[in-house]
């Protein structure tokens, strides 16, 4: 069994125990990344390096609230790749990101769904 991604221990502490702050920071990831990681492909796709190192370094703080640090460090890697200004690797960074991204987003689902019940 995959070691889960996130760790919400930060956003725990961030929030201060209050859970209904908790769900609206995860809610507002699971909703407001999927764009983001768009945007990431799109700056690979046209070899827009300084688009795909904004894009990566928007998604940071998100990734770092819900504790996954793994794929904090990834897209850390990917911002400077890209910013370096040679877009060699990226491909295969920015996939590491979006698999975990994936693996992250159905991690939260199902804390938000033990969150819900009564």
């Known amino acids: 069994m995959e070691r889960p991604l996130m760790d919400l221990a930060y956003l725990e502490r961030f929030c201060k125990g209050d ?3 908790m769900e609206r920071y995860v809610d507002m990831y699971l909703r407001g990344s ?7 492909k799109a700056g690979l796709a046209n070899a827009d390096g300084d688009g795909l190192a904004r ?42 990101c979006l698999a975990m991204n994936e693996r992250l987003m159905v991690e939260l689902g199902a804390w938000m769904e033990r969150v819900d019940l009564p």
Request: proline residues 4%; glycine residues 8%; charged residues 25%.
């Open 19 to 21: 859970r209904s702050r």
């Open 34 to 40: 999927p764009a983001l990681y768009e945007d990431l």
């Open 55 to 96: 894009a990566a370094h928007s998604l940071r703080p998100q990734v770092n609230y819900m504790g996954a640090t793994a794929l904090f460090d990834r897209l850390s890697e990917l911002e400077d790749m890209a910013r370096s200004g040679g877009l060699t690797g990226c491909t295969e960074a920015l996939n590491e």
